[in-house]
């Protein structure tokens, strides 16, 4: 084993993060790992569509590290893979909090900090042996899945070394570097997953060792990736000193802070010397009700005072915002929409609460049933995913993308020009695009929203239960049996399964078609098709299907097809020989018997 590929996946779905082209640095920390022990490395950041299929399967092993709201694009790219007998590798927090999930489509997991884990799991797999004795990590043995201890003990950040991004294909083409000198973060707010990730206790970096990375980029932008960059005043005041007595020239930098962070007059004056731009806050509310549920420890007058005295500095701010908490209604969002205007904060992040795997909200949407739907990809903050207490969920979604777009309306994109220059247009412009190019791009979710297909405790409907012949089955007598196509549709929470049982060959495919074609509802936006009992005639009928299926997931927002037989599975991601690497429109999963 040489090759290794890396893969970040990025969702298809339109959100703010969508549209920036910067890597976690998770993998690129593991792909530096790797290089230094001899391996050959690639990272790619993209959607399946556009990751090299041509060199990915070439590799002889593929990492890929997922979020709640990529892992659909990563099972995808798992799935076409495994499909080529590639040994895969998953982790990430979505995986670190959904193991059972995840090892569906992976051969290995790694949960938690992989930094102590990952390296050796490549190199058992290497050289054969069971990774039974390292921790965090998950694997199948005789069809089972076995979940070694997690790791006992928080990774030192000075063990880990300075991550090489020039393995990231198209490196050069990013906008703004990351850079982490920390992990944890003392706060907890209830829809965070970051304590349960990385912890309470704040863990940072030597400054020497971020100073030393941060000499790699003079004259770049800097984004510090941590998730509360001033969480230990004393500690980050030395950094930005450092930066200003070396001489290392950024050409600007941001970082996520809290409001408290604008309580402390030398840090304000270090952070811009040092070439601060902007700074990204979770003001979350403006609600004092919600701002207690959250547990921000923080007041609707610290919010404002905080904004006035960044703004004093000439620093931006980005303002992140959630609606939905069970105190908030629908004159919660129009009056932030008011308050961010009034307070002329620089761009703002309207978003819906959304209840990730990991935290005490999701928890508690769990034990109360209000969960609307499992559709990973939609856990993105610009989807209504369960069922607030206030208001509808359509009413969460609609008057969210409302306050959008009034704060980006054209009337206010100039109106900090003479506050805090320039970027605060440029922000607002980007924001008035988004905001629009989403609302025509997601009316198919409102729509959904609306006839309330979303239904999370809904009994199951059959709608579909019957077996479908082919004219040529009389070739596929065995004994007395006749080779029928098995198939049975039913519905539930909004979801659409479909089983498929017997010996299937091209012509049963057109059968397929023209009964789904009068028993699928008109309102729907997931189908799992399960294929477990079904065999093909040939490779071509399996490329048929394949076919098939990669068209209704051309029509729906998510389609899975399970399978058990991994050569079927590559006959059916085989039908298009022109263009052989297109990924599927479906996410494959090969189930072990």
Not at 32 to 60: H, M, R
């Amino acid at each position: 084993m040489n090759k290794i590929v890396l893969i970040e996946p990025q969702s298809r779905e339109d959100h703010v993060y969508k549209h920036v082209r910067m890597p976690r640095l998770g993998l690129p920390i593991l792909g530096t790992q790797l290089k230094e022990a001899g391996y050959e490395v690639s990272f790619y950041l993209g959607t399946g569509d556009s990751l090299p299929w041509p060199e990915i399967l070439e590799a002889d092993l593929v990492g890929i590290s997922t979020t709640t709201a990529t892992c659909r694009e990563a099972y995808q790219v798992a799935g076409l893979l495994r499909s080529n007998n590639i040994p895969v590798v998953i982790g990430g927090i979505h995986a670190s909090f959904m193991p059972d999930e995840a090892l569906q489509f992976a051969d290995y997991l790694v949960r938690g900090e992989a930094e102590l884990s990952f390296l050796p799991l490549v190199q058992s797999i290497e050289s054969g042996l069971s990774p039974d004795n390292i921790p965090g990590v998950s694997y199948w043995s005789n069809g089972n899945m076995v979940h070694n201890d997690s790791l006992q003990f928080k990774i030192d950040m000075d063990t880990l070394p300075i991550p090489d991004l020039t393995l990231l294909d198209r490196f050069s083409s990013m906008i703004s570097t990351p850079v982490m000198t920390s992990r944890g973060c003392p706060f907890n707010c209830s829809f965070c997953c970051v304590t349960e990730m990385f912890g309470r206790r704040y863990r940072h970096r030597s400054t020497e060792s971020v100073l030393e990375e941060l000499n790699r980029y003079q004259g770049k932008n800097i984004f510090f990736c941590d998730d509360n960059f001033t969480a230990d005043p004393k500690r980050t005041k030395e950094l930005l000193k450092g930066i200003i007595d070396r001489g290392i020239k950024l050409k600007r930098w941001g970082a996520q802070v809290r409001v408290d962070a604008a309580n402390d007059d030398e840090l304000l004056d270090l952070m811009r010397r040092s070439g601060c731009g902007i700074v990204y806050i979770g003001f979350e509310s403006i609600n004092p009700a919600t701002l207690e549920r959250y547990n921000k420890q923080q007041t609707v007058e610290d919010i404002e005072e905080a904004i006035k005295r960044f703004h004093h500095h000439r620093i931006r701010i980005h303002g992140m915002f959630v609606f939905g908490a069970d105190t908030d209604t629908v004159d919660t969002i129009r009056q932030t929409a008011d308050f961010a205007l009034k307070a002329r904060i620089d761009s703002v992040q309207f978003m819906t609460l959304t209840p990730f795997p990991g935290t005490p909200f999701y928890n508690q949407m769990e034990s109360e049933n209000r969960v609307l739907t499992r559709d990973w990809s939609l856990y993105d903050g610009h989807h209504t995913v369960f069922q607030p207490a206030l208001m509808s969920a359509e009413e969460l979604q609609t008057e969210t993308l409302f306050a959008l777009k009034r704060f980006y309306s054209l009337k206010n994109i100039l109106k900090n020009v003479f506050l805090t220059g320039w970027g605060s247009v440029i922000h607002r412009t980007i924001g008035w695009g988004l905001t629009r190019h989403f609302e025509r791009r997601n009316r198919w979710f409102d729509r959904l929203l609306e006839h309330q297909q979303f239904v999370a405790n809904s009994q199951p409907v059959r709608l579909l239960d019957s077996l479908l012949t082919s004219p040529g089955r009389e070739k596929y007598r065995a004994g007395s049996t006749i080779a029928d196509l098995k198939v049975s549709l039913t519905a539930q929470g909004g979801v659409l399964y479909l089983k498929l049982r017997g010996l299937a060959d091209s012509l049963h495919r057109k059968e397929l078609h023209r009964a789904l074609k009068g028993a699928l509802p008109r309102h729907y936006s997931q189908m799992v098709i399960n294929t477990e009992g079904l065999r093909f005639a040939s490779k071509n009928a399996a490329a048929a299907f394949g076919n098939y299926f990669d068209k209704l997931g051309c029509r729906m927002h998510r389609l899975q097809v399970i399978t058990t037989d991994g050569s079927e599975a590559k006959s059916m991601l085989s039908w298009n020989s022109g263009n052989r690497f297109k990924m599927p429109c479906f996410e494959l999963l090969l189930k072990r018997s």
